[in-house]
């Protein structure tokens, strides 16, 4: 399946191609002729095996990132592949390694769009932030979905041996957001948390994060009637149907709130005094909101809970999906009901 090193690299290859924005439906093709990308000094090729989908893959195709995006694109940022050429800066990686990673270091900015929704500060709020405009950066016009994909080795680590190339490509943007999500609410062993949305892509990472990694005490979780099994296989002790139950209203309170969903305000209501809520999905004082910066350091420090299976990755029953489904993929995740993550595999 994959290519082997000193093996020739074509000049085009085939990739999943929108050149307007919209939905997957109306504006992805496969396009069999997109140039292959140029390759600088800090950066490897890989040979894409296996690519994730991400929901910021959707917002970028849906046009929030427009400000700071440029089409035609081939959208991925999760991948699993092998390395078939080095830049010349380039020192880890050699080639024929397996490798894994998100190939987008700088995650995007909160579209413009969308700002007149997000809480204005006053006078008085502490605040804290990058002033450093220049530090933004594009994400990549070749991602993941295509033959090859070209990206800095830093944001790679080596593929865990007792993973497939579909379990590898699963992991990188969701257990990197799960791990810093959590470093920054400053949850620590003997703490309790509560993660809304535990059966997502993010939410499944978060569970096992806080439990074997970081050694919570007692982890809760939400989601539907029939993924309560599912928050307990991962290491839940307490799985909520939210269907069936107002977390914000239950007598216990939680030293951390994780929240992956978008509910803040019933967020608030359910931490501890002095306790931390971290969101996902928009700016919101008071809490803690951040949008991750892709390391293959993160992946390698967590490279032993992988390898001895006490964090797994998940993948939606529903997958993975054939490079030929690919419109299929992302219509499936834009319904926001996935399991796990949605794969795309193999490629091509």
Same mark, same amino acid.
């Given at each position: ?135 933004? =950066? ?44 959590? =470093? ?67 007598? =216990? ?19 501890? =005094? ?75």
């Amino acid at each position: 399946m994959a290519a082997a090193a000193g093996s020739t690299i074509p000049s085009y290859i085939k990739g999943w191609v929108y050149s307007e924005y919209g939905k997957a439906s109306d504006v992805l093709k496969l396009d069999p002729n997109v140039p292959i990308p140029e390759l600088k000094e800090d950066q490897v090729l890989i040979k894409v095996i296996a690519a994730a989908l991400n929901p910021a893959d959707s917002k970028r195709m849906h046009g929030y990132f427009k400000d700071s995006d440029t089409i035609p694109t081939v959208p991925g940022y999760d991948v699993a592949g092998v390395v078939v050429k080095v830049g010349s800066q380039a020192k880890n990686f050699k080639e024929g390694d397996e490798v894994y990673g998100d190939i987008n270091e700088k995650s995007l900015d909160w579209p413009k769009k969308m700002e007149s929704q997000v809480k204005n500060f006053k006078e008085g709020d502490e605040v804290y932030g990058d002033l450093n405009e220049k530090s933004r =950066e594009f994400p990549k016009k070749v991602g993941s979905l295509a033959e090859y994909t070209a990206t800095e080795e830093r944001v790679l680590a080596f593929k865990p041996k007792n993973l497939s190339f579909t379990e590898a490509a699963s992991l990188p943007a969701a257990i990197e957001t799960a791990y810093e999500g959590l =470093e920054r609410a400053g949850l620590s062993a003997g703490q309790s948390i509560l993660v809304l949305g535990g059966a997502g892509g993010v939410g499944t990472q978060v569970i096992q994060l806080a439990k074997h990694v970081f050694g919570a005490s007692k982890v809760a979780a939400t989601s539907s009637t029939g993924k309560l099994d599912l928050l307990k296989s991962l290491g839940a002790d307490l799985p909520i149907d939210y269907t069936e139950v107002k977390y914000e209203e239950l007598p =216990e309170k939680f030293d951390v709130v994780y929240d992956t969903v978008g509910e803040v305000d019933r967020a608030l209501k359910a931490v501890k =005094e002095g306790g931390q809520v971290v969101t996902l999905v928009a700016p919101h004082p008071p809490v803690t909101y951040f949008v991750i910066t892709s390391t293959g350091t993160v992946l390698e420090k967590l490279r032993p809970y992988l390898e001895n299976g006490r964090v797994k990755p998940l993948i939606d029953p529903k997958g993975p999906f054939q490079f030929s489904q690919a419109v299929e993929a992302f219509s499936y995740l834009d319904t926001n009901r996935t399991t796990g993550k949605v794969v795309v595999y193999p490629i091509p």
